[in-house]
């Protein structure tokens, strides 16, 4: 244990068939993650050894204690045009988005992967909603490339291959940059 807590959010889209992989990273990185996929996200994690890592899921009951230590950093990998949004516009109706929402709030240090094809990063709100979170401080990183200057869609029919050449690295070294 390294006594860093890293939050892993993971939504619906190719790139989390790499959440096992992350999780390796990470604790390489001198992190202890917690895995917190959206419900869409579920099916991409079955087939994953994710036995050794906390996969927290769904809200806890008021009679549960919290079910995390408070995180020194976050990563939405991958985030998608859904998650994006409703994270913008601060809609914390999910655990997924209520950890999210609160890590701005804290401002946590907080690296976000957009993963979307071309027709849902031409709608007018992809814009806005990556512009809000790189306001609020949350560093965003291209998944094609590791870029944090500009971010491109995902070619319809590749995102298979952009998910099997992410290199996790560009998490880590965009959390150890802020």
């Avoid at 806890?60 to 994006?84: E, G, H, I, S, W």
């Avoid at 957009?114 to 990183?141: C, E, M, N, Q």
Wanted: aromatic share 8%; with cysteine; charged share 15%.
């Amino acid at each position: 244990m390294t006594n860093r807590i890293l939050y892993i959010v993971v939504c619906g889209a190719p790139l989390a068939s790499r959440t096992a992989d992350g999780v390796k990273a990470a604790r390489a990185n001198g992190w202890d993650p917690y895995v917190i996929p959206t419900e869409a996200a579920m099916p991409w994690l079955a087939d994953q050894d994710l036995r050794d890592v906390p996969v927290i899921t769904g809200n806890r009951t008021p009679d549960q204690p919290k079910r995390t230590p408070p995180a020194d950093a976050v990563a939405v990998v991958p985030m998608t045009f859904n998650t994006l949004n409703a994270w913008a516009n601060g809609n914390a109706n999910t655990y997924p988005l209520t950890t999210l929402c609160a890590a701005l709030g804290s401002r946590t240090r907080t690296a976000a992967i957009p993963f979307a094809k071309h027709d849902l990063a031409g709608h007018p709100a992809w814009l806005a909603s990556l512009a809000v979170l790189r306001y609020a401080g949350v560093t965003i990183v291209d998944p094609q490339n590791g870029s944090r200057s500009s971010i491109e869609p995902i070619a319809s029919g590749t995102g298979n291959e952009v998910a099997s050449a992410f290199h996790w690295e560009w998490v880590f070294a965009s959390l150890e940059h802020r």
